[in-house]
């Protein structure tokens, strides 16, 4: 059974910093692009990061969070982080992490985490 569970979620002051991760099992980590997406109150979940499975974890961001956020796996620890930095009031949204097998593509995800709740206060 494939399992994908975020931790790390909560409240944070406008301007902090946040760390997410999510905890594999259940499949190859290491074979499995790694997809991290957000969805806030009222809106469509959008894509946040997807970071490679080339070895070195190349990752690539929604343009306008690539200042901001930092995308990386830990292949070792079948985990996956996602580095959130000058929060924004904007940023309030769950935060869901996805997997699928093979190359990062605009394909998909095949496997869904519960999401985490972040709530950046202004």
């Known amino acids: 059974q494939v399992q994908l569970v975020e931790s790390g979620g909560g409240s944070v002051q406008s301007g902090g910093s946040l760390t997410l991760s999510c905890e594999v099992s259940g499949l190859t980590f290491s074979q499995h692009c790694m997809g991290w997406f957000r969805q806030a109150p009222g809106k469509e979940r959008e894509w946040v990061a997807r970071?490679?499975?080339?070895?070195?974890?190349?990752?690539y961001y929604a343009p306008s969070l690539q200042a901001r956020f930092t995308a990386s796996r830990d292949n070792a620890k079948n985990t996956s982080y996602l580095r959130m930095h000058n929060v924004k009031p904007e940023d309030t949204a769950i935060y869901y992490c996805?997997?699928?097998?093979?190359?990062?593509?605009?394909?998909?995800?095949?496997?869904w985490g519960q999401g985490t709740q972040v709530t950046v206060a202004s």
């Open positions: 996805a997997a699928r097998a093979g190359w990062c593509s605009p394909s998909p995800m095949n496997f």
């Open positions: 970071i490679n499975i080339d070895g070195r974890g190349t990752a």
